[in-house]
């Protein structure tokens, strides 16, 4: 089993910039890709960004230009960069490692953008 732990939440004014972090309980073979997605009440989880091992990334259109994901030479840690909030990327966000085993998932961090 593999724990996934984000971190840097908070509450940011619009044009703010916060950066997440998602932590693995340990390393993992068979990974595919490790990703960020977010969710609001009512709503489905949306794929906001995605990173392979080999480093390719791919990003939802609504965050194209603002959000940036990265991951470090372990591979156990990955980062979400996010700049130019607006209040349609409030959202609880969530760190996801899809393994040829199986998927693992974060409990999430809110992110508030509100003046």
């Known amino acids: 089993q593999v724990q996934l732990v984000e971190s840097g939440g908070d509450w940011v004014q619009p044009g703010g910039s916060l950066r997440l972090s998602c932590a693995a309980s340990r390393s993992v073979t068979g990974v595919r890709s490790m990703n960020w997605y977010r969710q609001t009440p009512g709503k489905e989880r949306d794929m906001v960004a995605q990173?392979?091992?080999?480093?390719?990334?791919n990003y939802a259109d609504f965050v194209k230009g603002r959000f940036s994901i990265s991951r470090d030479k372990s591979g156990t840690r990955v980062y979400l960069q996010m700049n130019t909030l607006t209040p349609e990327d409030t959202a609880v966000y969530y760190c996801?490692?899809?393994?040829?085993?199986?998927?693992?998932w974060g409990q999430g961090t809110q992110v508030t953008v509100s003046s």
């Open positions: 990173i392979t091992p080999s480093g390719i990334t």
């Open positions: 996801n490692m899809n393994t040829a085993w199986g998927q693992y």
